[in-house]
């Protein structure tokens, strides 16, 4: 006669164990997807010094609520032709699409509220789901966002860019 030996387990079965870890993984994981306002700005480059003075940013508020009115963004030398630079503190991106043109818009993505990170090849880019909007008038040219980006009013004056108050 052979003799078998059983064990009552007197801790947690194992199949809960490896429910509860299964589920503690998928947490970490949908933790991991929510975006994040804590990167750095896209600033792409810079552009010639001496760009004339003119206002500019195009009717319209939103998006620059928490900029901080007059606050001092940047030198136009520090906006690139052709492309822009966000300023995630500020929440407002800076675009000069020709040069001596700068324009400013909301750095928050109509789609689901996600920060762009980016301006590159004429686009200013939200990481979250690729949408993609125009540094000429913030209109949407990619992705899921339903609508443009805001524009936010600015100043420049010398080579110095501002909020407008």
């Known amino acids: ?21 299964g589920a503690a993984s998928l947490g970490a994981v949908l933790a991991a997807c929510g975006g994040s306002d804590d990167d750095a700005s896209g600033d ?4 010639p010094s001496g760009s004339p003075s003119q206002e500019a940013g195009g009717g319209g508020s939103g998006g620059g609520e928490n900029a901080g009115a007059g606050a001092a963004l940047a030198a136009t030398a520090d906006i690139p032709e052709g ?3 966000v300023f995630p503190d500020q929440k407002v991106v800076v675009t000069q699409p020709a040069a001596g043109d700068f324009k400013a818009f ?3 993505c109509t789609h689901q509220g996600c920060a ?19 540094i000429t008038d913030g209109s949407v040219q990619g992705g899921p966002a339903p609508k443009p980006l805001p ?10 860019i501002r909020l407008a108050g």
Not at 151 to 160: E, M
């Open 44 to 47: 792409t480059g810079t552009a």
């Open 151 to 160: 524009a936010v009013q600015i100043t420049v004056s010398g080579d110095s």
């Open 106 to 108: 909301s750095a928050t």
């Open 1 to 21: 006669m052979t003799s078998a030996s059983f064990h009552h387990a007197t801790g947690p079965a194992r199949r809960t164990v490896v429910a509860a870890a």
């Open 116 to 134: 762009v990170k980016s301006v590159a090849d004429g686009l200013i880019n939200c990481p979250c789901h690729n949408s993609s909007f125009s």
């Open 83 to 85: 492309g822009g630079k």
